[in-house]
């Protein structure tokens, strides 16, 4: 039997063990936004992933909408929006249906005739984290680029199916970093979470764990040279998940490349470690 997500090999139906550990990643995140309660680690790794969707062409159109949508209510302090006001919507190749329908799945917002109303989830995106900032402070830059994030991990929750792929697309590129960091996080479940994210280990070669990552999830060498630039700040001189990839040896063949993580990455797998295992105790605890 395959994961329905990663393609790869699993004993039983439904998704392997490391797609369940990205999936309830996704939720984990989601859940401290509706809270209300964003931990520092949490947003900080949020700010991580600004680039998911906008570097993904198959589903850029859903974000672009998204993030429109939310700077809009937040500028005019409204939660209606006439839909003639966006100007993403028409400017997307995607169909309008579809998008409406993305975005209401992801809470960010939902149409009702000529209107559009403001979802949950963005008004606590804003209530949160952009209310009372000073646009020339540094503090509003992050917010802006958190809540870029925080909509690439709600359209992500979206995607998390092949019956969504079917008539969405499929939200490759959020979903590979995510899965190739569970994968780090698996090999150290117990002791500490290193910054170098070692190798993969194929049938007795190594692999650097970026390309392994994305072959599983069918991204191009196009694309996938596109991510890296991101990850690497090439565009913006501003790095993103790592701060660094080096080439080291292993003694099994060629250099292997290895991407050395974040602190914000590190902190953000070790808060992600605690709060897996705390979900068994919690469930106990409401039986």
């Known amino acids: 039997m395959k994961c329905p997500l990663c393609k790869g090999r699993t004993h039983s139906h439904g998704l392997c063990d490391t797609c369940k550990i990205v999936t309830a990643q996704i939720q984990l995140i989601l859940d401290e936004y509706y809270r209300g309660t964003i931990s520092p680690d949490i947003s900080d790794f949020v700010r ?3 680039f998911a969707f906008e570097t993904d062409p198959r589903v850029r159109g859903y974000f672009n909408v998204a993030f429109e949508i ?43 005739g000529e209107n ?34 925080a909509l690439s991990v709600a359209l992500g929750k979206t995607f998390l199916t092949p019956k969504i792929w079917e008539r ?15 994968l780090h996080l698996q090999n150290h479940w117990e002791g500490n979470i290193p910054e170098e994210a070692e190798p993969i280990r ?27 630039w991101k990850l690497m700040g090439i565009e913006t001189g501003q790095s993103k998940i790592i701060k660094d990839i080096i080439e080291k040896d292993f003694g099994v063949g060629k250099p ?19 709060r897996l295992r705390e979900r068994p105790r919690e469930r106990e605890i409401e039986k």
């Open 48 to 50: 991580e992933l600004s």
């Open 70 to 112: 939310l700077g809009i209510a937040w500028l005019d302090s409204t939660d209606t929006i006439p839909k003639d006001d966006l100007d993403e919507i028409t400017a997307t190749r995607t169909p309008e249906k579809m998008v409406w329908e993305v975005i209401e799945r992801a809470q960010i917002a939902y149409l009702d």
């Open 116 to 149: 559009v109303h403001i979802g949950e989830l963005s008004s606590k995106i804003i209530e949160t984290r952009l209310a009372g900032l000073d646009l020339l402070s540094e503090e509003y830059k992050n917010a802006v680029t958190e809540v870029k994030g």
């Open 168 to 182: 969405y697309g499929r939200s490759r590129v959020i979903l590979s970093i995510l899965y190739w960091l569970t």
């Open 202 to 228: 194929i049938r007795g070669s190594l692999r650097n764990p970026l390309d392994y990552t994305f072959s599983r999830f069918n991204i191009s060498d196009r694309q996938s040279k596109k991510v890296l």
């Open 256 to 274: 292997v490349l290895v991407p050395i993580l974040k602190d914000e990455t590190v902190r953000y797998l070790e808060r992600t470690r605690e």
